[in-house]
């Protein structure tokens, strides 16, 4: 049996334009900074139609290649990596990574920063970004005030898509889901850092600089935002025993230095924001006023344009949380919220560089941890 020291995997579907570069950059950093491991570079492809496989085979590098249709019948980020996971299990593999396909910032530094730190002892090492304010808005409204305010640790990107980890994180994620749910789609990511910091894992920060990606407009990530919403609201319902008694929020070690720099800025949809959310107060009235508490209801509904502050954000997210336990459509009544508290994000920040928005961020993160017995209080009748 073929045995490789690092597996660096890249999940991908009709990613022709970017995998050479991706590829090329991930071989060179592997030479460059781990020249006495023998390493292997996986693409898990979903069998995409635009030569995607055929690109990764025909570029040149002297790492080995290998490309892989994933097996799992869910198609999806989350059976791409598992494919990946399975494979470094196999080739006998003490350190594993995966970068995103789309990647147009990485170099070869990303290589030796994501790793290194695993070659001395930490479990899973997750990124951190200079990123453009309207950019990762799912990261920016749900995951990070969540992982911060509930789960108590300050980890900024918990959903970058950059990792690192050892076989023993590995292992802990394939015995933890059964790969028939969203966590086989973009469900992953916050999957494996929730899991981490609930598993009691050395966990790491690793400053990258700027993320330079597709991007995409915060109203286009609807499905997105659906499976990783999903995916953490289980978790967190699931684990209240394990985060319940949690009393202050633990900081996890940065690697390298974060300066000040402006990342790129795109335009975002304002006024389709808009018309989600009054869309939604339209046709989710009945629904939201059995999910949210009355006060809630009543300052939503009132609304005739979106205002939604980090404190009420903070009582939306959780009554949705608590809801999510029980039967019914509540993922469609929550969309045109958040659609609604990316609407008010911008009109906040609009006049704010993405540093000064940073804080702004962080603040509503501070909110959530201030506000999580709020939560307590509503999963507990659900225990008994």
């Known amino acids: 049996m073929d045995k490789f020291d690092i597996v660096v995997g890249i999940p991908t579907y009709n990613n022709s334009k970017t995998i050479s570069f991706v590829v ?17 570079i996986v693409d898990s ?5 635009d ?13 080995e290649k290998l490309f892989v249709h994933y097996k799992n019948p869910i198609s999806g980020k989350g059976s791409a990596l598992k494919e990946i996971f399975e494979l470094s299990i196999e080739k006998n593999s003490e350190f594993i990574a995966v970068f995103d396909s789309d990647l147009r910032s990485i170099t070869p530094e990303w290589v030796r920063l994501m790793i290194k730190p695993i070659e001395v002892g930490a479990d899973f090492t997750v990124p951190n970004y200079f990123r453009y304010k309207y950019d990762g808005t799912i990261t920016n409204n749900i995951c990070f005030p969540l992982i911060y305010g509930v789960l108590c640790r300050n980890i900024r990107q918990p959903i970058g898509g950059d990792f690192a980890f050892n076989r023993a994180m590995v292992e802990f994620w394939l ?20 899991n981490a910091v609930l598993g009691n894992f050395k966990v790491k920060q690793v400053f990258l600089g700027e993320k330079i990606h597709d991007p995409r407009n915060p109203t ?33 070690e940065m690697v390298g230095s974060r300066g000040d720099v402006e990342p790129q800025a795109f335009e975002v949809d304002v006024e389709r924001m808009r018309e989600d959310f009054l869309k939604g107060r339209r046709e989710m009235a009945g629904r939201w006023k059995s999910i949210l508490d009355a006060r809630t209801f009543s300052l939503i509904h009132g609304m005739e344009e979106p205002e939604v502050d ?54 509503q993160a501070r909110i959530f941890f ?15």
């Open 24 to 40: 090329k950059q991930i071989d060179a950093g592997l030479r460059k900074h781990f020249p006495n491991r023998r390493a292997l």
């Open 45 to 49: 492809d979903a069998r995409s139609n």
């Open 51 to 63: 030569g995607t496989m055929e690109v990764f085979e025909g570029t040149e590098t002297k790492t």
């Open 175 to 194: 015995g933890r889901t059964s790969w028939e749910n969203d966590i086989a789609r973009f469900g992953i990511d916050i999957f494996m850092t929730s």
């Open 220 to 252: 286009d990530l609807k499905p997105m935002f659906s499976q990783v919403v999903k995916t953490f609201f289980g978790i967190i319902a699931s684990s209240k025993g394990e985060w319940f008694k949690l009393k202050e929020v633990g900081e996890v």
């Open 310 to 363: 980090a404190e009420l954000w903070c009582d939306i997210v959780f009554d949705f949380i608590a809801h999510s336990t029980g039967e019914g459509d509540w993922m469609n009544a929550l969309i045109p919220l958040w659609s609604a508290r990316n609407y008010s994000f911008v009109k906040e920040t609009e006049s704010m560089s993405s540093l000064e928005a940073e804080q702004q961020i962080l603040e």
């Open 370 to 384: 201030g506000k999580r017995e709020r939560l307590i209080e509503k999963l507990e009748p659900v225990m008994r």
